[in-house]
């Protein structure tokens, strides 16, 4: 076997080398992807608990209450805080229906998508919370109604007041 040939075999192992290493490097990189995604959802986890506290303080659960029945009858300053409440609440789920598949560890992704479902659905089950996420549409302060009608299904966002 000549130098050439040799080299040629040398040249041949360090490029088949590179191909595995890039493959490698394409394999971790999608594992980090996911443990970040992972990560940030555990990280705004707190945030639903957080809004099931914010429920349990006896004025927010008043407007609450009032919110529930008509957003129209509300106060301006209570328009806000219902406003805040629905906005944070349609965040959360659409946050973790979107990554449900990183999010939803031993339970199945479509399970995690139907709790959140179910919550929005509980949510606009409600008059006063249609109308606020009706105003709110029409004020462009949705960031995203048509995952949100997708979600739930337009016949809940239309029920009769």
């Known amino acids: 076997m000549?130098?050439?040939?040799?080299?040629?075999?040398?040249?041949?192992?360090?490029?088949?080398?590179?191909f595995l290493s890039l493959i490698f490097v394409v394999i971790?990189?999608?594992?980090?992807?996911r443990q970040n995604n992972i990560a940030n959802t555990l990280q705004r986890a707190p945030e639903l608990d957080k809004l099931n506290y914010i429920q349990m303080d006896e004025s927010m659960a008043k407007v609450l209450v009032k919110g529930y029945e008509s957003y129209d009858c509300l106060e301006a300053f209570e328009k806000i805080q219902i406003e805040g409440y629905v906005n944070q609440r349609i965040h959360i789920a659409t946050r973790s229906f979107r990554h449900a598949d990183e999010v939803a560890f031993a339970l199945a992704p479509n399970f995690m998508r139907q709790r959140m479902k179910d919550s929005l659905v509980v949510l606009f089950s409600h008059p006063g919370m249609r109308e606020c996420?009706?105003?709110?549409?029409?004020?462009d302060l949705i960031?995203?109604?048509?995952?949100?009608?997708?979600?739930?299904?337009?016949?809940v966002l239309e029920q009769p007041t």
């Open 28 to 33: 971790e990189l999608r594992k980090n992807f």
């Open 143 to 155: 960031y995203n109604p048509d995952l949100v009608r997708t979600m739930v299904g337009q016949k």
């Open 133 to 139: 996420f009706h105003s709110m549409t029409k004020r």
């Open 2 to 18: 000549s130098i050439v040939e040799i080299g040629a075999l040398a040249q041949l192992a360090g490029a088949i080398a590179i």
